[in-house]
């Protein structure tokens, strides 16, 4: 087990590092929140956790977008980076601990290092290439993945262009000599490329053989220089995964390095499978350094059918939804609605119906009526739960389901949507135990039995929200630290991002004399949908 410098396991995530030549839009939110989920979950598991993002930024699909608007491919990358990027992650509420940008020093000099070294191991060698060339993937196209349009002209299946047939001198790394290495190592790792669909697709490609690859370019710049032939630049796919182990200190900074590298986690899309299963683990076999964990593949958001892009969007940012549905239920939403590894397609009237029966209905006002009942009837201090009986029970093993289920699902699956639903099944099961046990008539019942009948229900409640916000604290996090600020559990127990989810479904944690105070509504009422 790698140790996180202070005898903590250290748990390493990333997202892709995504092209800079847009904007970021909501496929690439989709992977980012999912990844900031990941790693809250696991830091409340009281794991150190490492999480990694960035920016892809060399290559000449930039190149273009650069030269198209007047300005140089590193101007044009640190603009977007600073104004569209790093600000959105921020918006969302993404915790990640780094940001790499592959123009960085950091980055570009290791990755000469890393391919001399290959170079001198005889891994590396120069050799002619003719073939028809993506420039959206920046990846040479085998002809027998290509499509024809009804013109009969050559397409890319991503990305339904055309494709450029490119004649070069281009260096070479030794793919090929990799794929029964590759194919051992599939089987003695089968939770190694998720899902299942997407393991078997991989397998079967490996399988047929790998052909060498093409890892610099000669006739553009924009990429990191081969160190001994500089007329060569590396681009995009060496220089681009290298980045997940130049941003923890390969090269540079080794105790880092030794305490995070492997990822345990990559998260990706399915269009970059092949590079993230075959292709990184190749190099890092090639290097004789250690292979991630897991390479777990989202699944597309599409739009009319098709998947979502940057030339194929919705019309729709992910700003213009957090201004309506507000910044967590977003969090929520997609991860919620859309089994992860499987596409799914966004519709303003399913979030909008979801986010008023599940969120609003369900769990905001399930907080609000605790909250209220206790002031009502306790002047907010939490009464103790002296007459429990089965329905009780019943509850309390209900969170402590919700607790395991969960932690299974979104901790070790990667199944965010079941991980959810577990725990909203544990919020209709408390709303389900109210609506039985009715406090506002058992109010009315003023002998010391009734009064401790209500004082064990409004506990029972409260105890339900305090397991609830810490199990959703994860997905939504400033809604979570509005319903623990309520519940009086900052004062009691401490800052919610302690609290661990070994302990969550322990009973009882709630201290009796607890703060109640109904604040602030948790999903407000949906404004009109914007025209
Ligand atoms: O591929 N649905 O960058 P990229 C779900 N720079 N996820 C989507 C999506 C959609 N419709 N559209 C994009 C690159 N994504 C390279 C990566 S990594 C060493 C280099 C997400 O800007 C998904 O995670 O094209 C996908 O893999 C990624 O954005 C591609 O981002």
């Known amino acids: 087990e790698k140790q996180g410098g202070d005898g903590v396991k250290s ?6 590092i995504y092209y800079v030549n847009d904007a970021p839009h909501l496929g690439h939110a989709y992977t980012t929140v999912a990844g900031d989920v990941l790693t809250r979950w696991h830091r409340q598991r009281g794991e150190k956790v490492w999480y990694l993002t960035g920016t892809d930024e060399h290559g000449q699909k930039i190149m273009r977008t650069a030269e198209a608007n007047d300005v140089t491919p590193q101007a044009w990358c640190d603009k977007l980076v600073e104004e569209a990027w790093k600000p959105l992650w921020e918006h969302l509420n993404i915790a990640n601990d780094d940001f790499i940008r592959t123009t960085e020093k950091r980055h570009t ?65 030794k793919l090929s000599e990799y794929g029964p290495k590759l194919m051992e190592f599939y089987a003695a790792n089968p939770g190694f490329i998720q899902p299942e669909s997407a393991r078997n697709e991989i397998v079967n490609f490996v399988k047929q053989g790998l052909q060498d690859l093409s890892i610099s370019r000669s006739t553009f710049d924009w990429g990191v220089p081969v160190p001994w032939d500089p007329k060569h630049v590396i681009y995009v796919w060496i220089d681009a995964l290298l980045n997940y182990a130049t941003a923890v200190g390969y090269g540079a900074n080794q105790e880092k390095f030794d305490g995070t590298f492997p990822a345990d986690v990559h998260l990706i899309g399915k269009d970059i499978l092949r590079f993230h299963s075959v292709i990184w683990p190749a190099m890092l076999m090639a290097q004789g350094l250690p292979v991630p964990g897991k390479v777990v593949a989202n699944g597309w958001l599409m739009v009319g059918g098709e998947k979502m892009s940057k030339s194929n969007l919705t019309g729709i940012k ?49 907080a609000s009526r605790v909250a209220a009942m206790v002031g009502k009837y306790f002047g907010g201090a939490l009464p103790e739960a002296t007459a429990s009986g089965d329905a009780e029970r019943a509850v309390q093993e209900g969170l ?3 607790v395991a289920a969960a932690d299974l699902k979104i901790g070790e699956e990667l199944d965010f949507q079941g991980g959810i639903l577990a725990v909203f099944d544990f919020v209709k099961q408390v709303n389900g ?58 004062a009691s127990l401490g800052a919610l991002a302690d609290q661990r989810v070994g302990d969550a479904g322990d009973w009882g944690r709630l201290p009796v004399g607890s703060t109640v105070t109904k604040g602030a509504v948790l999903f407000p009422r949906l404004e009109e949908k914007p025209a």
């Open 433 to 490: 135990y109210i609506t039985e046990q009715e406090p506002w008539k058992v109010a009315k019942d003023e002998s010391p039995e009734g009064q401790a009948r209500l004082a064990t229900i409004l506990y029972t409640a409260a105890e339900s929200l305090r397991g609830v916000a810490v199990l959703l604290n994860a997905v939504m996090p400033d809604t979570s630290q509005k319903l623990w600020e309520s519940l009086g559990a900052e």
């Open 109 to 173: 000099d290791r990755v000469q290092e890393f391919v001399q070294d290959l170079f001198d191991k005889d891994q590396i060698y120069k050799g002619g290439y003719e073939g028809p060339y993506c420039v959206g993937c920046e990846e040479y196209k085998l002809p027998g993945d290509l499509i024809e349009s009804e013109d009969g002209t050559k397409l890319c299946p991503i990305h339904k262009k055309p494709v450029e047939l490119l004649k070069e001198e281009n260096y070479f790394f």
């Open 11 to 16: 748990f390493y995530v990333s997202t892709p």
């Open 318 to 366: 992910p700003q213009d939804l957090t201004s309506h549905f507000g910044v967590d239920a977003y969090r929520w939403y997609f991860l919620r609605a859309i089994a992860y590894g499987s596409d799914g397609s966004f519709s303003w009237e399913d979030f909008s119906a979801r986010y008023t029966s599940e969120l609003a209905n369900d769990y905001g006002n399930l």
């Open 400 to 402: 402590a389901r919700a």
